[in-house]
């Protein structure tokens, strides 16, 4: 597990290759990594926000469509690496007391889908 503000070397590539003209590139800062650490390489399993509270909506919102993405960037890395039946890529959201656990799972070719959404409710 990693946790602070870290960043994926495998996304990080990816997005320098959708842009190349810019210095530069990088992915989105996740807080929190669960990977699975291979022969030196990290594999993501699962990426998180954490916020302190859950009354900005804005950020709330932005942080999801963020932990989403990088769902999908594991779903794609492991696609990558040979995996080919059942490839997930898990997210977690915190905000203050509440917490939802998000997978995304590639539906098609070019086609991603959310499948589990487990919401966890502290208060």
């Known amino acids: 597990m990693k946790q602070g503000e870290n960043v994926s070397l495998y996304t990080t590539k990816r997005k320098q290759a959708a842009y190349p ?21 990290e594999f993501d399993l699962c ?3 954490v916020a302190i509270n859950s009354n900005d909506t804005d950020k ?4 999801r469509n963020k932990c989403l993405r990088e769902a999908k960037e594991i779903v794609d ?10 490839v997930v890529g898990w997210t977690l959201q915190i905000a203050g007391l509440e917490a939802c656990l998000m997978s995304i799972q590639l539906y098609r070719e070019g086609y991603y889908t959310q499948k589990a959404r487990i919401s966890l409710n502290g208060g």
Request: proline share 0%.
């Open 77 to 86: 890395h492991h696609l990558e690496t040979g995996m080919k039946e059942n």
């Open 60 to 63: 709330l919102i932005h942080n």
């Open 47 to 49: 990426v998180g926000k």
């Open 21 to 41: 003209n810019f210095e530069k590139v990088r992915r989105f800062e996740t807080d929190i990594r669960l990977l699975l650490d291979y022969d030196k390489y």
